[in-house]
Nanobody, 121 residues
Framework: VQLQASGGGLVQPGGSLRLSCTASGFTLDYYAIGWFRQAPGKGRVGVLCISSTDGNTYYLDSVKGRFTISRDNAKNTVYLQMNSLKPEDTAVYYC???????????????WGQGTLVTVSS
């Protein structure tokens, strides 16, 4: 059972990235997937979550209108589309799976390893 987060990298302010969270060993169809981020020297915070019925829950007001989340069950993958990126979005981004959406890290059953997003000119 594994979650693999990928798609991070270096992007200029105003740019876009799409992160992927792919599951192996289990199907994501019945799971909510939450994206969290951890900036240097700070704690891990919830960003956005998609439920098993595709409902979206934003945990950070600062990403509303810029980040969206979607899933492709055929590929067992959830995507985090990040547009209009800002330097303050720089962080390691993690995905996590649980039957429900939570903004609390300890509620999630499975975690990906994290992918680094750096927004800088």
């Amino acid at each position: 059972v594994q979650l693999q987060a990928s798609g991070g990298g270096l992007v200029q302010p105003g740019g876009s990235l799409r992160l992927s969270c792919t599951a192996s060993g289990f199907t994501l169809d019945y799971y909510a997937i939450g994206w969290f981020r951890q900036a240097p020297g700070k704690g891990r915070v919830g960003v956005l979550c998609i439920s098993s019925t595709d409902g979206n829950t934003y945990y950070l007001d600062s990403v509303k209108g810029r980040f969206t989340i979607s899933r492709d069950n055929a590929k067992n993958t959830v995507y985090l589309q990040m547009n209009s990126l800002k330097p303050e979005d720089t962080a390691v981004y993690y995905c996590a799976a649980d039957p429900s959406c939570w903004d609390r890290t300890w509620e999630y059953d499975y975690w990906g390893q994290g992918t680094l997003v750096t927004v800088s000119s």
